[in-house]
């Protein structure tokens, strides 16, 4: 008994000990954390004119963001050139030199006959990155430019939507291609399982074809601007030409008259004979008895003074 009292007196001085340990630790060891302040987020933007990228930092440059802005570049010109035809050789050697191509070309020939000058438009696809360069080059081959338009229109979020929609459908697609095998493989598939898997496969490579299609029509219109050139010819700079008289000619001119004064004639002929002249006679008959009447009527008076007279 005497020894169980004097173990359980040890074991308790020895938990005293302990206890005073942990009291006498630093506080620091059981203070919290403290952090320091975050750096002020760092912001950063560059953007280019046509179909450049548009980089966006926001935040730590490790957490950076950078979205590529999509531009759809347009211009118009209208020029006034000495030269038609030099005009047009020199354009589509600068838009070949620029890396770009003549789309459409149409042009005619306008004036008098005396005299004619070719006229017309094209249109150009250029690279969306040297468009302003090519404009001043094209400006430089006319007299004077009557009219020049640019326009830039954003499709970023088109863009973005359609590869947003492109990316889904494709994983859609992957995952009803391992569906498929999985069902190929399963023991108690049927044949209805594995075409019902491969129609809805069909109508996800249906829509994937289609946004694919628009995503490259952007691409196409953002890697290439359009430009439309208006090509009229300088009235001051043609050749000064003095039309001679030509007898043929006048002699037509005379005959044509000639003619229609005889169609005229021949017109009037035909209304006086069929309209006309029964009109005249319907008129004819009252008057005449309107005559008759006062000739007898007359000749009655002149009879009955005579016979007084007698």
């Known amino acids: 008994m005497g020894r169980f009292y004097m173990r359980f007196g040890l074991l308790l001085a020895v938990c005293v000990l302990l206890l005073a340990g942990c009291a006498s630790a630093p506080m620091s060891q059981s203070a919290p954390m403290e952090y320091a302040p975050a750096a002020p987020a760092a912001e950063m933007y560059q953007e280019e004119s046509?179909?450049?990228?548009?980089?966006?930092?926001?935040?730590?440059?490790?957490?950076?963001?950078?979205?590529?802005?999509k531009v759809i570049g347009r211009a118009a010109l209208s020029l006034v050139v000495a030269d038609t035809d030099a005009a047009v050789s020199a354009i589509e050697s600068t838009?070949?030199?620029?890396?770009?191509?003549?789309?459409?070309?149409?042009?005619?020939k306008?004036?008098?006959?005396?005299?004619?000058?070719?006229a017309g438009s094209m249109t150009l696809r250029?690279?969306?990155?040297?468009l302003d360069a090519l404009l001043a080059q094209l400006e430089s081959l006319a007299l004077s430019v009557e009219s020049r338009t640019i326009s830039r229109e954003?499709?970023?979020?088109?863009?973005?939507?359609?590869?947003?929609?492109?990316?889904?459908?494709?994983?859609?697609?992957?995952?009803?291609?391992?569906?498929?095998?999985?069902?190929?493989?399963?023991?108690?598939?049927?044949a209805e399982d594995i075409l019902q898997v491969h129609a809805r496969m069909s109508e996800i490579r249906g829509q994937i074809e289609?946004?694919?299609?628009?995503?490259?029509?952007?691409?196409?219109?953002?890697?290439?601007?359009?430009?439309?050139?208006?090509?009229?010819?300088?009235?001051?700079?043609?050749?000064i030409v003095v039309a001679g008289w030509q007898p043929t000619g006048v002699a037509r001119s005379a005959l044509r008259g000639l003619v229609s004064a005889l169609q005229w004639l021949g017109s009037a002929a035909i209304w006086l004979l069929i309209f006309f002249l029964p009109l005249a006679l319907i008129a004819a008959i009252p008057l005449a008895a309107l005559f008759w009447l006062l000739r007898w009527f007359i000749r009655r008076t002149r009879q009955g003074k005579a016979s007084t007279a007698d």
Request: proline content about 3%; overall charge negative; cysteine-free.
């Open 126 to 130: 250029v690279p969306a990155e040297g």
């Open 154 to 190: 954003d499709v970023t979020d088109q863009y973005t939507d359609l590869t947003a929609q492109l990316t889904n459908l494709q994983a859609t697609e992957q995952e009803l291609l391992a569906l498929l095998s999985d069902v190929r493989e399963r023991p108690g598939s049927t």
């Open 50 to 69: 046509s179909g450049g990228a548009f980089l966006a930092y926001d935040g730590d440059a490790s957490l950076s963001n950078a979205v590529e802005r």
């Open 210 to 239: 289609v946004i694919q299609g628009r995503r490259n029509l952007l691409d196409n219109l953002i890697g290439l601007a359009t430009v439309e050139v208006n090509l009229t010819p300088d009235a001051l700079s043609r050749p």
């Open 95 to 108: 838009v070949t030199a620029a890396g770009g191509f003549v789309a459409n070309a149409n042009f005619y």
């Open 110 to 118: 306008s004036g008098s006959e005396a005299d004619r000058a070719l």
